[in-house]
């Protein structure tokens, strides 16, 4: 099953660090969100991922494009007079990664709708580039499975700063409504 990754947005909120890269590659503890997010799947053994980019879409490519010369050994010996490369050592994941350019502005079912090709008509699992939590995949799925619906939704509680969900006595999703000044 894959993982859609959704790391398009401008990450307005957090412009200190947007204004440079992408939210789903500002790092918490050495490592990129979008890292932290993969190795939680990869854990619960989902190694397929697309990325939905846009925004500075270049640095989540250049990221990836690095990441096997970031996490392994290597010897660079200029000294025949060319590049000869040894790899010592290599600490990937089996991680199989594409990235898509969703578009700049592209509202979130736009993302989903231009990576389409890439899922095919198979099940999948969406989550949020900053969406790192410590929800338990595999438990989660199961419920999805048993329940017999088109989609599951998770939801941390946190302070409100957006959308409220109201989810039913059986955990359905009923509505969803914009934040006002009575909720906290």
Same mark, same amino acid.
């Given at each position: ?27 918490? /503890? ?63 994941d089996l991680w199989k ?22 899922? /095919? ?16 995949? /595999? ?16 939801a941390v509680l946190q ?8 989810? /039913? ?16």
């Amino acid at each position: 099953m894959k993982v859609v990754i959704l790391a398009g947005g401008a990450g307005t909120r957090i412009a200190e660090e947007s204004q440079y890269k992408p939210k789903p590659m500002i790092e918490i /503890g050495g490592k990129t969100m979008l890292w932290h997010i993969m190795k939680e799947y990869s854990y619960y053994g989902f190694h397929e991922f697309i990325i939905c980019a846009g925004y500075k879409q270049h640095i989540i490519k250049e990221w990836f494009a690095d990441y096997f010369l970031n996490n392994s050994d290597i010897t660079f010996d200029y000294t025949k007079g060319k590049n000869e490369m040894t790899i010592h050592n290599c600490h990937l994941d089996l991680w199989k990664v594409t990235v898509v350019d969703t578009g700049l502005n592209t509202m979130t079912g736009g993302r989903i709708k231009r990576v389409q090709k890439y899922i /095919g008509d198979e099940r999948f699992m969406l989550t949020y580039g900053d969406g790192v939590c410590d929800v338990d995949i /595999g438990k989660l799925l199961a419920f999805h499975k048993s329940h017999g619906k088109i989609a599951t939704l998770t939801a941390v509680l946190q302070e409100q700063q957006k959308g409220i969900l109201n989810i /039913g006595g059986d955990n359905a999703v009923k509505s969803f409504r914009e934040k006002n000044l009575a909720d906290s």
